[in-house]
């Protein structure tokens, strides 16, 4: 009896030991961790902007050619998007306070104001620094969710949520400290509206690492993804700032669109397709 206590006196005495080893890291060690193995703050710091291009390809293997430009600015991060097939351009647009677009498809020449939700959504893709390493400067509150399984890999969760309670869930690759999966929950038309990405074949763009592979799909149609392939990345590049203004219409003004966070949920349809191709970050 004495040397089975004695073993368990000894178990108990190396507990504290291995649990130290095994400590877990808070949030704010893993956001440094990804800062790190990003490239540094410096290098972020001195991005003033982002030239992307490459290929966007929607379910059913239909393929646009792709061109994103963002753009440091007072105020906020700018963002164009154009995407372009058979002579047509969707353009969707942040000009640091507002979104607008341009969809030839809906049979709209001229460009309209995106909702505020829409808006919100643009405003988070403009960002240089992501919305994880925004989270050092924008007030967001980061939260660390534990360990959690993705493809074998037992990643870091890092909850990140934002001032205006939208909010991103991200996973970082434990050895490298990267993200490599996020879910984007965001409030649409007062409802939570969630869209789960995967990001790989990191580069270096301007000393800073960025995804050049982002799959993005709503967990409602998991097979129903949208892929964007950077073929082409260079920061640092002359922005000229009329890319993000809103055009005027051929009748002389912006045409306003409605604000979806004003307006009741529309029904689901069962087929239905988005009239917009989904942000893909």
Known sequence: MRMRLAGLALLIGTAPIAAFAQTAPTAAELVAKNLAARGGAPALAAISSLDLKGKFIAPGDFKLTYHETRARAPGGDRLRDDLAIQGLTIVQAYDGQSGWKINPFQGRKDAERMSADEARAQGDAAMIDGPLLASLHDG?????????????????????????????????????????RATETRQVRGAPSITEYEFGDYEKVGGVYYPMAVDSWQPSSPDQRVRILIASAAANTAVDPAMFVQPATSGGKAKPAPDASQKPPAKAEGNETPANPPKTR
Not at 142 to 166: A, S
Not at 167 to 173: C, G, H, P, S, V
Request: no cysteine; hydrophobic share 25%; charged share 35%.
């Open 140 to 180: 967001s509150t980061v939260r660390y969710l534990g360990r959690e399984d993705f493809d074998g890999t037992n990643g870091y969760k890092l909850q990140v949520r934002q001032r205006d309670g939208d909010q991103y869930d991200y996973l970082l690759d434990p050895d490298t400290f990267l993200e490599i």
